[in-house]
């Protein structure tokens, strides 16, 4: 979306030429009647014959009126000849005179466009509309300058492409009804054509609404993440007001800072209204409490605002909130590491249970609904995604990754491999996903031992940091006197030791950057640095900050450990599943050539089963979706444990023990076939 904003600012938009070089050709009327007196002339010359037999009518005479035809026709070429001439003199003035109108008006080339072709007072109600629209949620997430400028321009853009979109909609419409039937050519199904219909008819009406889904795209992320940053902001608020720094001034540095996501946005609304309306501290606080985007950060608002006002404590009562939040924080992750039992039942029910019971079914009643196994794994791990996203309380901690190169390795791995077994597919998607798996977690491996390590050591760390402030030590002097030490994790190390040669060089305090991946280790330097500005580092505040941070390492800690335990059910439950339903199929698939003969009729009669046997094609679907399964029950435990679906190692080691499993069956085959042989004949003995 937004590099074609940035070809429409340049002028390179073929939308916005198309319309562009449309209004001047409508606006100079030579090249008007130049078209009519084509398209008349084209249709004199079509509709010769019955012309000159309704002249033959008039005139009597078949010469007469063939000559009458002959001249009509001869005399619209001339016109058009003459429109030709005319037409190329005055395009130019037409095309001077539009390019002044656009150049005389101020804004980006697709907004003077539209202009021209709408008019200034149609286009300025248009979007006047369309702000009354979003103006609640840009008093929620702030920036209302820029949101403006992107509503005015992609509104210009979506009436832009509507002539591109009709134009291409014709040219399609006369391909598929004319053209290609003309010369019996039939590439694509109608309903592909419709399909094509649909989407270049939503382009236009997708790039006019694009900023209005995209503001409530950030509405409704920041309502769900800004109560998981509340603790941190709420403990920011009690150090730093207990320094003496003002709410506002924590706002402004919040707003400068990439800490925070939904705070940074209610920050800008904040000072927005602050500074740039002019509006005082309380009443600010006071609508920005009232836009209700968390009830918890509401109501910390407006205590924030009944003790500020009535004189009271301040300091204590942002001291019981931020222990408080804290509490609820550590409560979150004690309750997500209770809860994950449940989670579990769900892997083995969704995974395990309901695909055994499907297999049984389809021995049952219909081999050929067998590729409908293919659909469960996606099914059953969008559920589990959906409660694992419930559940786990949010990580701040931000891990890149490229996906797209390792994905396209991982096909090219799977379609070589492919085609050197194309008897086993389900080694091919072992080999892709584990080429693709592999790749990620070389990715990310580093970073969550970063994370992890730095933070192990920020409690030690600042309860260090404390002691020297006890002794009389500034802050800089305690970084740089712990710069070497080797009593931390050697990630932490890199960190401390970056940070005390940048003080040793000269470096403020406020320019200090601290290179890690882990968010808690750039919260706590930020507060910090936060309580070096306002030069009240005391040992109290300081140990604030220690107990804050201990509790949450602490408690994250505990229910990572926890969840650690379930990480046997990415490997037994590939085997389980494997041999559970494999097993089923053969048991099953035995019956298929015996009979049961009941010995409580009295003729014998023989009682036929109807159990079908699978064909080898179907066992390979069989064999791929305990591949499929295997993958997607290892991402699923890891984004479960870890946080991020990239950490692949579980999912490497569920799928490999999905394939050594498959291939011991395959294996072992021939003699469970014999094991679970019947005779062909079996009398139900059934004692009267």
């Not at 399909?195 to 409704?220: D, N």
């Not at 939040?325 to 039942?345: D, P, Q």
């Not at 309860?463 to 050697?490: C, H």
């Amino acid at each position: 979306m937004d590099r074609l904003s940035d070809k429409a600012r340049e002028g390179k938009d073929p939308a916005l030429l198309f319309l562009l070089y449309s209004i001047i050709f409508v606006k100079n009327r030579d090249t008007v009647r130049l078209v009519l007196f084509a398209v008349v002339d084209i249709v004199l010359g079509l509709f010769l014959i019955p012309v000159d037999v309704f002249l033959d009518g008039l005139v009597h005479n078949q010469v007469y009126s063939l000559a009458i035809g002959f001249s009509l026709v001869a005399a619209f070429i001339g016109l058009i000849a003459y429109e030709v001439i005319a037409s190329y003199f005055n395009l130019s003035k037409t095309k001077m005179s539009i390019y002044q109108q656009l150049n005389s008006m101020h804004g980006i080339l697709s907004v003077k466009v539209v202009k021209v072709f709408l008019g200034n007072d149609r286009f300025k109600r248009i979007v006047n509309w369309y702000v009354t629209r979003v103006q609640g949620d840009l008093s929620v997430i702030g920036g209302y300058d820029n949101a403006v400028f992107r509503v005015m321009d992609y509104a210009a853009r979506g009436i832009d492409y509507i002539p591109i979109s009709i134009t291409l909609i014709a040219l399609l419409f006369g391909i598929t009804n004319y053209l290609l039937p003309r010369f019996n050519l039939n590439f694509f199904p109608q309903p592909i054509f419709i399909i094509l219909y649909v989407v270049i008819i939503l382009i236009p009406i997708i790039l006019f609404f694009y900023p209005m889904i995209e503001i409530k795209s950030k509405v409704a992320s920041s309502k769900g993440v800004i109560e998981y940053e509340l603790p941190f902001f709420a403990s920011l608020v009690s150090i730093a007001s207990s320094s003496g720094l003002p709410i506002n001034y924590i706002f402004q540095k919040v707003n400068k800072s990439d800490l925070f996501s939904a705070l940074r946005m209610e920050s800008r609304a904040f000072l927005r209204d602050f500074y740039t309306f002019g509006r005082s501290m309380a009443d600010s606080i006071r609508d920005r409490a009232r836009a209700k985007i968390s009830e918890k950060y509401s109501d910390f608002l407006f205590g924030y605002l009944a003790v500020f006002s009535g004189g009271g404590d301040l300091e204590k009562y942002l001291n019981d909130k931020a222990a408080e939040f804290s509490t609820w924080l550590s409560l979150k992750w004690k309750l997500y590491a209770e809860r994950i039992g449940s989670i579990g039942e769900s892997v083995v029910i969704l995974f395990l249970v309901v695909p055994t019971l499907f297999i049984v079914f389809v021995a049952l009643a219909d081999p050929q609904s067998v590729p409908i196994l293919l659909v469960m794994p996606f099914l059953s791990a969008i559920v589990m995604h959906v409660v694992i996203r419930g559940g786990r309380p949010k990580s701040p901690d931000k891990i890149e990754y490229d996906i797209f190169l390792p994905s396209v390795a991982g096909f090219a791995v799977a379609l070589i491999t492919y085609l050197l077994f194309p008897y086993y597919p389900y080694i091919s998607i072992y080999a892709g996903s584990m080429v693709l798996l592999l790749a990620l977690y070389w990715q990310i491996r580093g970073q969550i031992r970063d994370i992890n390590g730095v933070e192990r050591s920020l409690p030690m760390f600042i309860r260090e940091v404390t002691e020297f402030r006890r002794i009389g030590y500034d802050l800089r002097r305690a970084i740089i006197s712990k710069g070497n030490s080797e009593s931390y994790e050697p990630e932490f190390r890199v960190v401390i030791k970056s940070a005390a040669e940048q003080l040793k060089r000269g470096v403020p305090m406020s320019k200090l950057e601290i290179n890690t991946k882990s968010w808690l280790g750039k919260f706590v330097f930020f507060m910090l640095k936060l309580l070096y500005e306002s030069g009240n580092v005391s040992p109290t505040l300081l140990e604030e900050l220690h107990s804050f941070t201990e509790e949450y390492t602490e408690s994250k800690r505990e229910a990572v450990l926890r969840l650690r335990v379930y990480n046997f059910l990415g490997i037994l439950t590939p085997v389980m599943l494997t041999f559970s339903s494999l097993l089923t199929v053969q048991v099953l698939s035995s019956f298929g050539s015996n009979q049961l003969q009941s010995s409580l009729l009295p003729t014998g009669s023989i009682l036929p089963f109807t159990f079908q046997s699978l064909t080898p094609m179907e066992y390979q679907i069989v064999y791929v979706f305990i591949e499929i399964s295997a993958l997607l029950l290892g991402i699923l435990l890891a984004r479960a444990i870890t946080g991020t679906a990239a950490d692949s190692r579980l999912a490497m080691e569920s799928l490999t023990a999905a394939t050594i499993s498959i291939t011991a069956f395959i294996i072992l085959r021939p003699e469970l076939v014999h094991f679970f042989s019947l005779p062909s004949q079996l009398t139900l003995l059934i004692p009267h």
